[in-house]
């Protein structure tokens, strides 16, 4: 019986009608359970799954770039680095100066990240940082907890030990550009942190060094924290292949040495085969900045050198070859048949041609010379004089033959071919008509002539080999063609090397020295070359020739040598330009020799058998 | 009848509804194992703090339902006018804590006056109805008295801003009204009403993140990473335990921390996931027995106020528990109430085994006399 001023039915009726309700409410929230749970179930767990499961592109290794011996030229090393997965940050901006607070972000660096950001799926790691030091990796894995979606990982970083020496030929790495993207449907190019070769071998090669990209199936927590792997061996990445350079990283250290400050190439070539021991130009830059990417400083020091690093002067610096086109000039003139070695010409310093004077590098004159001795002492009027006999077509036939004039494919870009001119090239070129005096010019290697190092090289190997034109190898394993005939006169070929011999061997040679090559037993031949890069005034030939020493480093001659050993059995020759590198051929000859003996002195050396691929000779 | 009422405490103890205790602790121990789940089976990150809450609430609770109902009934209004003075001092004095105000920190422990205000606008309401003549009920100056009762502490609270509190409260305050048998001229001119206030309410009255909670619950594609991630995650907690669920400590979804809060508020997607449709129904079947005994418990009452004051306590309990699942489920929006007894949280198993204890001291008190006061 409840207080008699309130109808206890009525209470009771009303707490009867909310239950009932109360209970209807249950039934709705029992029915949604069910339907949750029972009739969407299926669905729910594969959205859990969802949840749980993601692809990650795994990165191969890129393969490495071996020298001959199997030292390695470029290796991959930890890099600490940190990413960020766009999707998965809550506060980019807090995200960001969070980040900024632990390794100090340039507002460039934002700027950039913002713009990857931007520029790819929400779901593509982005780089922040890489190459950190592993305290400020360390402080940052402390961090992370709170950021979600930034990622510190280790990864792969490539690494050029040599720094520079090698730089022009193995190129760098770098990040895939929008033109790469476009061409390449490869999906490693699309993550940020995958380098693709940009220059030199690293670019040719790349298809060999890439390798192919895996996937590991990850289980990740809402944060996207990876909790879990699930790797399947299937899935695995493939790492990439070594590339084997004929390079002998040894010989090429010990040239750049040799030429310390000075600018230049250099290249020496096996004579029997065409491989390429050195291929070097001075100087150079680290590659490794490249890599990490080139701060403005960086980039202005290397811009604004008068030496001009980044320039492959070895593959595509035309020089004129100077005397060193001699040799040339020699072979047309004897397969031409119109001129006696043993004939004399009297030099009186210089020869008149129309109303020209053409000036022998000696003021006074060598007085009677025979070829020989026009070879030996360098005489620019008995070549100006036989030049006019041949004419100039046999002599830029003769020089194509010897590898002037042509482009070589070494398997890397920027090779040049130089020029061998002559009349028809003249007439299209420049659409007027060869003269006398271009003949004269040419004959001293001067005027149009332009070569590379790499080509002077190639013309001491092939007169040194005598039977076959080779071709300079730089790619180990690529196939090695069959060298076609050289087709030179033999005796021909004999009488040349001989002088070319005693240009080292007898006093009176433009690159004489008692000691030679200072390996008892073993002599070489070789030709000096002055390559003039300017004009000489009459006035100032009326009155006195400036030395080198008094001139600015822009206006000093090249310094050219191109020479090769043993003289009896050829093994190696050298092609070697010093630009600007003083009085005579000096210069190249010291640097030559040093290099010509060290190279015999290591050719104990085998290649590395063939099939050995990956892991072998490390 | 005499007798009954000089009876000592040993004997009034036997007395106490000893079934009702063990539910209420058994839904604890549900909660003791289930945050022991959540939080990787680490027993210090909760479970344990839970335990000893649940323990020194329940001695709590027994001693509240010992003393005599007269003691709460005197109570009532000044432990209602108490809790005003502590929202007004919220209002001014409050602690901030995740951007809402609504402790008040007094030194060794910090309060939250609405909570207090859950209990004290049921002891209010009840001691209302109890106090005034049944033909003032359905008349202007009985319900203005029930109104000002309800809406003084639920402008307080808005304030804060806490919009669950606010519509716990009135939502019980109004099932008293409901049940104290006004006639259903006032109660249909009352729902009128409402359908013309609520969008008004829900244009001026709401804070602009608890205006977004309401709307992206109605379309859950406008913020698919915020406030409906939330409903997203836990839906696919639940429905990824199916029948039987991913068994204990194995709910993936839990491991991997999809679900946010699933230690207090989204506790359910634990029970959900790891014991699929089976465990959830027999919680809440539990829970059912809980809600079915406090009714039965009221309707042995004798006095408007034990039966007003069991049933809004009642009231105030279930839609905590209908709040929350319906929020788990994705059914209403995401305000924040707690499963009672099982989430983590201290205030709330303060209050609601205190609601407990004066549900237990009105049934235990049942035939006691109360004091009759006309208004």
């Known amino acids: ?618 | 009848m005499i007798a009954l009422r000089r009876r000592g405490a040993l004997s009034k103890l036997y007395d106490i509804n000893w079934l009702l205790v063990s539910l209420v602790m058994l839904v604890g121990f549900i909660g003791v194992a289930m945050i022991y789940a959540a939080t990787d089976g680490v027993w210090s990150r909760g479970a344990q703090q839970h335990f000893i809450r649940l323990s020194v609430a329940g001695i709590m609770m027994i001693v509240i339902a010992l003393i005599d109902l007269k003691v709460w009934y005197k109570l009532a209004y000044f432990a209602y006018f108490g809790a005003l003075l502590l929202l007004l001092g919220v209002e001014f004095f409050g602690v901030s804590v995740n951007g809402s105000q609504r402790w008040l920190d007094a030194g060794v422990m910090r309060l939250q006056p609405s909570e207090v205000m859950k209990l004290a606008v049921v002891m209010a309401l009840a001691r209302y109805y109890h106090d005034i003549a049944v033909w003032r009920i359905s008349r202007p100056s009985g319900l203005l008295g029930a109104l000002l009762i309800i809406i003084a502490p639920m402008v307080l609270i808005i304030r804060q801003p806490d919009l669950g509190t606010t519509l716990l409260v009135a939502a019980t305050g109004f099932g008293l009204v409901f049940l104290s048998g006004v006639n259903w001229r006032v109660i249909s001119g009352a729902f009128v009403a409402s359908l013309i206030s609520v969008p008004l309410f829900f244009r001026f009255g709401l804070q602009e993140y608890q205006r977004s909670r309401i709307l992206t619950f109605l379309d859950p594609s406008r913020d698919p990473t915020g406030a409906s991630y939330h409903i997203t995650q836990s839906k696919i907690a639940l429905g990824s335990g199916g029948v039987s669920g991913k068994g204990f400590m194995n709910g993936t979804q839990r491991q991997l921390e999809y679900v946010p809060e699933n230690r207090t508020d989204f506790i359910f997607t634990v029970i959900g996931e790891e014991f699929g449709l089976i465990g959830s129904l027999i919680t809440m079947g539990i829970y059912l027995l809980v809600i079915g005994l406090c009714i039965w418990l009221s309707v042995q009452c004798k006095h408007i106020f034990s039966r007003l004051l069991i049933m809004g306590l009642t009231i105030t309990f279930t839609l905590y528990i209908f709040i929350n699942l319906g929020m788990v489920m994705g059914l209403v929006p995401v305000v924040g109430v707690p499963l009672p007894l099982i989430s983590y949280g201290g205030t709330v198993i303060m209050t609601v085994m205190t609601g407990f204890g004066l549900i237990l001291s009105a049934h235990l008190h049942r035939k006691n006399d109360l004091p009759k006061s006309y208004l």
């Open chain 1, 1 to 618: 019986m409840i207080r008699n001023n309130i109808d206890e039915n009525v209470v009771n009726r009303r707490t009867a009608l909310m239950a009932l309700g109360g209970l209807g409410v249950y039934g709705v929230l029992a029915s949604r359970l069910y339907y949750l749970q029972v009739t969407k179930a299926e669905d729910y767990r594969a959205l859990s799954d969802d949840n749980r499961f993601n692809f990650n592109i795994t990165l191969p290794s890129r393969g490495r770039i071996l020298d001959r011996s199997g030292e390695v030229l470029a290796v991959n090393r930890q890099d600490y680095r940190v990413v960020l997965i766009p999707e998965r940050v809550k506060d980019l901006d807090g995200t960001l100066s969070r980040i900024s607070d632990i390794i100090g972000l340039s507002e460039g660096q934002e700027k950039r990240i913002r713009k990857d950001i931007k520029d790819n799926a929400r779901f593509v790691p982005i780089l922040v940082e890489n190459h950190l030091d592993w305290e400020t990796f360390a402080a940052l894995n402390l961090k992370t907890p709170d950021l979600p979606g930034v990622i510190p990982e280790v990864g792969e970083g490539r690494y050029y030990p040599n720094k520079g020496i090698f730089a022009h030929t193995l190129g760098f790495v770098g990040r895939a550009g929008p033109s790469d993207v476009s061409d390449d449907k490869d999906p490693l190019l699309r993550q940020p942190t995958f380098r693709i070769g940009k220059t030199g071998i690293e670019a040719a090669q790349d298809a060999v060094l890439r390798g192919s990209s895996g996937r590991l199936k990850v289980e990740v927590n809402a944060v996207g924290r990876i909790v879990r792997e699930w790797p399947d061996p299937k899935d695995r990445a493939k790492d990439g292949e070594n590339v084997w350079l004929t390079l002998d990283a040894e010989l090429q250290r010990y040239a750049a040495k040799q030429f310390g400050a000075d600018s230049g190439g250099l290249a020496v070539i096996d004579v029997l085969t065409g491989e390429l021991r050195t291929l070097l130009s001075m100087p150079s830059f680290d590659g490794n900045l490249f890599v990490s990417g080139l701060t403005q400083a960086d980039m202005n020091a290397l811009n604004n050198d008068e030496k001009r690093p980044q320039y492959n002067k070895v593959l595509s610096g035309g020089y004129p070859p100077a005397s060193t086109f001699k040799m040339t000039v020699m072979l047309a003139a004897l397969e031409a048949g119109l001129i006696n070695p043993a004939d004399k010409i009297f030099c009186v310093g210089k020869l008149r041609l129309g109303n020209r004077n053409f000036h022998c590098w000696k003021r006074k004159g060598h007085g009677s010379v025979d070829m020989r001795e026009a070879l030996k002492s360098s005489c620019d009027v008995y070549f100006y004089d036989i030049a006019q006999t041949v004419g100039m077509d046999k002599i830029a036939q003769m020089g194509r033959r010897l590898g002037l004039g042509q482009r070589f494919d070494v398997g890397i870009s920027g090779v040049r071919a130089g020029i061998m001119p002559d009349e028809a090239w003249k007439q299209a070129k420049l659409g007027a008509a060869w003269r006398g005096g271009d003949t004269l010019n040419a004959s001293i290697g001067q005027g149009f002539v332009l070569a590379t190092p790499l080509q002077l090289a190639v013309m001491a190997g092939r007169i040194a080999n005598g039977r076959q034109a080779i071709t300079p190898q730089l790619v180990i394993g690529e196939d090695l063609k069959e060298a076609p005939p050289l087709e030179i006169n033999p005796d021909h070929l004999a009488f040349v090397t001989e002088a070319m011999w005693s240009v080292c061997h007898e006093p009176g040679g433009t690159a004489f020295t008692p000691e030679g090559l200072g390996i008892e037993g073993v002599e070489m031949a070789g030709k000096t070359g002055t390559g003039q890069v300017r004009g000489i005034s009459s006035t100032e030939r009326a009155n006195r020739i400036r030395k080198n020493e008094e001139l600015p480093w822009k206006l000093r001659d090249h310094s050219i040598f191109v020479g090769y050993a043993p003289y009896d059995k050829p093994r190696f020759a050298v092609g070697c330009l010093v630009e600007h590198g003083g009085s005579g051929a000096k210069r190249a000859a010291e640097i030559t020799r040093a290099v010509l003996a060290l190279a015999l002195e290591r050719d104990g050396m085998s290649r590395p058998p063939a099939e050995v691929t990956s892991e072998a000779g490390i």
